[in-house]
T-cell receptor, first 112, second 114 residues
Framework: DAKTTQPPSMDCAEGRAANLPCNHS???????VYWYRQIHSQGPQYIIH???NNETNEMASLIITEDRKSSTLILPHATLRDTAVYYC?????????????FGTGTRLTVIP | DTEVTQTPKHLVMGMTNKKSLKCEQH?????MYWYKQKAKKPPELMFV???????INESVPSRFSPECPNSSLLNLHLHALQPEDSALYLC?????????????FGSGTQLSVL
C-alpha cells in the first residue's frame, strides 16, 4: 500500500546538501511522514518523521509543505557513508499498530 | 539498549526442512513486525504483533508461521519453503500504541532456500 512517489535515483557531491523529494498527495490528516534509509543488506535505519511542522535532528531536516502533499529530506553535508536507499513512508495507524508500508525509495549516491 | 537482535544472520535450508528465525528486543516495546525483502526491492510487511497478539497478517502463505511467546521475543517458523522464498527477513519493533512512534529494525536474516 505504498502511498509515496520518489525519484528512483539521485547523485550528490560529498560535502554538499542532499535534497530528497517525496510526493504523498493522498496523505490523510492523521498520517505521519517518515524517512528511513537502508545501507546495502542492512536493516532500515530511522532518520526522521513529522506530521505538519518541519523537523530537524542530528541526522537531517524534514520540510513538509503546508498542504502536506509533499516533503523534502535534507542531509546538510552529505558524506560517502550517506550512500543508501532512502524511503519516504506515510504511516497508516488505522489498525492500531504503527505499520510502515515501504515504497520503492530513492537510491542516493554520494560522489567524492 | 536500542537494539533489535535477529538470529541467525544467514540460513540455508532445503525445501523439506523446518527452521525458525528469532528476533529479540529489550526496549519494552509491545509491537513487533516481520518484513520480507527480496533483492533490490523494498521491504514488504508480513505480520504485526501488538501486545503479543497477531494484529495483521498480510495474506502470507501458511508455510510461514509467526509466534510471539512474550513481549520481547518474536519467532518466524518456516516449513516447506520454496526457492522463491529466499530473501532477507527483517524484524522490527515499536512502542506499540502511540501515534507517530518509530520502528527499530534488526539487521535481518538472509535466507536461502535450495
Amino acid at each position: 500500500d505504498a502511498k509515496t512517489t520518489q525519484p528512483p535515483s539521485m547523485d550528490c557531491a560529498e560535502g554538499r546538501a542532499a535534497n530528497l523529494p517525496c510526493n504523498h498527495s493522498t496523505i490523510s490528516g492523521n498520517e505521519y511522514v517518515y524517512w528511513y534509509r537502508q545501507i546495502h543488506s542492512q536493516g532500515p535505519q530511522y532518520i526522521i518523521h513529522g506530521l505538519k511542522n518541519n523537523e530537524t535532528n542530528e541526522m537531517a531536516s524534514l520540510i513538509i509543505t503546508e498542504d502536506r502533499k509533499s516533503s523534502t529530506l535534507i542531509l546538510p553535508h552529505a558524506t560517502l557513508r550517506d550512500t543508501a536507499v532512502y524511503y519516504c513512508i506515510v504511516s497508516d495507524l488505522s489498525t492500531g499498530a504503527n505499520n510502515l508500508f515501504f515504497g520503492t525509495g530513492t537510491r542516493l549516491t554520494v560522489i567524492p | 539498549d536500542t537494539e533489535v537482535t535477529q538470529t541467525p544472520k544467514h540460513l540455508v535450508m532445503g525445501m523439506t526442512n523446518k527452521k525458525s528465525l528469532k528476533c529479540e528486543q529489550h526496549m519494552g516495546h509491545r509491537a513487533m513486525y516481520w518484513y520480507k525483502q527480496k533483492a533490490k526491492k523494498p521491504p514488504e510487511l508480513m505480520f504485526v504483533y501488538s501486545y503479543e497478539k497477531l494484529s495483521i497478517n498480510e495474506s502470507v502463505p501458511s508455510r510461514f508461521s509467526p509466534e510471539c511467546p512474550n513481549s520481547s521475543l518474536l519467532n518466524l517458523h518456516l516449513h516447506a519453503l520454496q526457492p522463491e522464498d529466499s530473501a532477507l527477513y527483517l524484524c522490527a519493533s515499536s512502542q506499540g500504541g502511540a501515534r507517530g512512534e518509530k520502528l527499530f529494525f534488526g539487521s535481518g536474516t538472509q535466507l536461502s532456500v535450495l
